[in-house]
């Protein structure tokens, strides 16, 4: 593995020790701590596996996705509570809530954003690694959606944005995880953009299955490293709430599934505005 992939998982254990000999300091900065040294391990894991990484062949679009990681996370942010962008322990969300929260409203927000910067590299290069591993062979046949399923996912997609902004409800939840797929990959793939949906066309499902795992993954370890960290949130849900791994209500697990495929749709409809032609990504 790269350097800095050994560098990363010495971060990890180093933030792991000293959250639980209570040291303040790391305990408050905990999760955007421990998810920078994820990010670094799985980067030097990603270039060790496939010659390319965020770090070492792609620097600018690893800016690029970690930019669009904190506009993205902003984004869910909106959907879970408006007053959210008052900051401070009275920004009560609909399904998730910050608690342990740094008074200081400047280093608040710089938490915030460090934390959300390393969301979608995080999927994105356990992705990387799981789809040149464990789905390296994985083949499927060939599938291209007609353009009338592309119009339903899209038009489906539309409504499932709109709605939860609309009529404020705990129980429109899943719209949230799934209505930017379902705009968004149908776009990117018309457009010849990075796609899943392509992949298929071609009979590969190496990427689809190494997004739907990497959510798998990460939520798994956000819920895990969120457990005891200082600052941390915990979640109000409407389905089987009380039934909890951690903090996340067990039903919640599988929102992570779609999550990192919208990451995914979000990201390259983005990257395409930036410069209107298909890129060769590291996902």
């Not at 999927?123 to 007609?146: D, E, I, Q």
């Not at 489906?156 to 609309?166: E, H, K, N």
Request: net charge positive.
């Amino acid at each position: 593995m790269k350097a800095h992939g050994w560098v990363g998982l010495a971060i990890i254990g180093a933030a792991e020790v000293l959250l639980f000999a209570g040291e303040p300091t790391v305990a408050g900065w905990f999760t955007p701590i421990v998810w920078t040294g994820y990010v670094l391990f799985i980067d030097g894991l990603a270039a060790r596996l496939t010659g390319r990484s965020y770090l070492t062949t792609d620097r600018v679009e690893g800016v690029l996705v970690a930019l669009a990681s904190v506009g993205g996370w902003w984004l869910y942010e909106l959907y879970n509570a408006p007053r959210f962008w008052r900051g401070g322990e009275d920004a009560l969300g609909l399904w998730w809530r910050y608690h342990g929260l740094e008074p200081n409203p400047f280093l608040r927000r710089v938490g915030y954003d460090w934390s959300f910067a390393t969301i979608f590299p995080a999927l994105f290069l356990t992705a990387v690694v799981l789809k040149t591993t464990v789905f390296r062979r994985a083949r499927v046949r060939a599938w291209r959606p007609s353009p009338g399923v592309l119009r339903f996912a899209v038009a489906a997609g539309a409504i499932s944005v709109v709605l939860p902004l609309v009529v404020v409800s705990t129980w429109l939840v899943p719209l949230v995880w799934v209505g930017w797929v379902l705009v968004l990959e149908p776009l990117n793939y018309r457009r010849g953009l990075p796609s899943w949906l392509g992949d298929l066309a071609k009979g590969d499902a190496s990427r689809l299955l190494g997004l739907v795992a990497s959510g798998a993954v990460c939520g798994v370890l956000w819920e895990l490293w969120n457990y005891w960290a200082a600052t941390r949130w915990s979640y109000s849900v409407p389905y089987l709430g009380g039934v909890k791994i951690f903090e996340m209500p067990v039903l919640g697990y599988l929102g992570f599934l779609p999550f990192a495929l919208e990451a995914y749709a979000m990201y390259h409809w983005l990257r395409g505005l930036l410069d209107g032609r298909p890129q060769s990504p590291v996902l």
